[in-house]
């Protein structure tokens, strides 16, 4: 089962539910290998639930994309380039106008999380701490999504995010790559206090 590390399931909220949150954490923390088999029987036995919770939970990561059904069950999806396209197409659709969006209303409490997470980003691009590096660039987004004020629009975000995530780990491990992948929230960052400020609709962010 990899490197799954699970936490303690309560009754409140609905099991299902619980378990689609762990299993979505476990894949966005990279616990799966490419490919790797989940096996419902094992995993209700390790969260201490029955099956149904946890089909439920596969079966709608799968519809998400988030996994996949192949041979023997369900499993953790393998990256080919024509996927990674699709979703990164759907990304530079999505996120820049979303971007300044967020943008137009970001709180004091909010630039204050974007800055410590890009200074997180940077620290553990100097560590060569590729975990840490992508913890923190996962806490960036997550600071400037959460201030969008369309719901479906910040889970088709997260999405997104969680399905580019198995690319992202493997070219994070590239120095330059991370060297690269840091100017994006430099300058969405640097550009946030002129834009509470000004509010101009001509403002480009790019990430």
């Known amino acids: 089962m990899n490197d799954l590390v699970f936490g303690e399931i309560s009754r409140s909220p609905p099991l299902a539910e619980q378990v689609y949150d762990i299993m979505r954490h476990q894949l966005r923390a990279g616990a799966l290998q490419p490919g790797a088999r989940l096996a419902d029987l094992v995993l209700s036995r390790t969260l201490g ?7 439920e939970a596969l ?8 996994l996949v059904n192949g041979e023997g069950g369900v499993q953790a999806p393998v990256p080919t380039v024509d996927a990674m396209e699709h979703v990164f197409d759907l990304r530079r659709l999505i996120e820049p ?8 209303h970001m709180s004091e409490l909010t630039l204050a999380a974007l800055d410590g997470a890009l200074e997180e980003i940077r620290a553990a691009d100097r560590r060569g701490d590729v975990a840490a590096f992508l913890e923190a660039n996962y806490a960036f987004r997550s600071a400037w999504v959460g201030r969008i004020r369309n719901p479906r629009l910040r889970e088709v975000i997260f999405r997104f995010d969680d ?3 198995a690319v992202r780990r493997e ?3 590239l120095h330059e790559t991370n060297r690269r992948a840091i100017i994006g929230p430099k300058a969405f960052k640097q550009i946030l206090p002129w834009r509470v400020v000004i509010g101009g609709p001509q403002t480009d962010v790019s990430l």
């Open 97 to 104: 106008p979303s971007a300044r969006r967020a943008a137009s």
């Open 59 to 66: 079966a709608r990561l799968v519809a998400e994309g988030l």
């Open 171 to 173: 070219a994070a491990a």
């Open 49 to 55: 639930v029955s099956r149904s919770p946890v089909r």
């Open 163 to 165: 399905q580019a995530g």
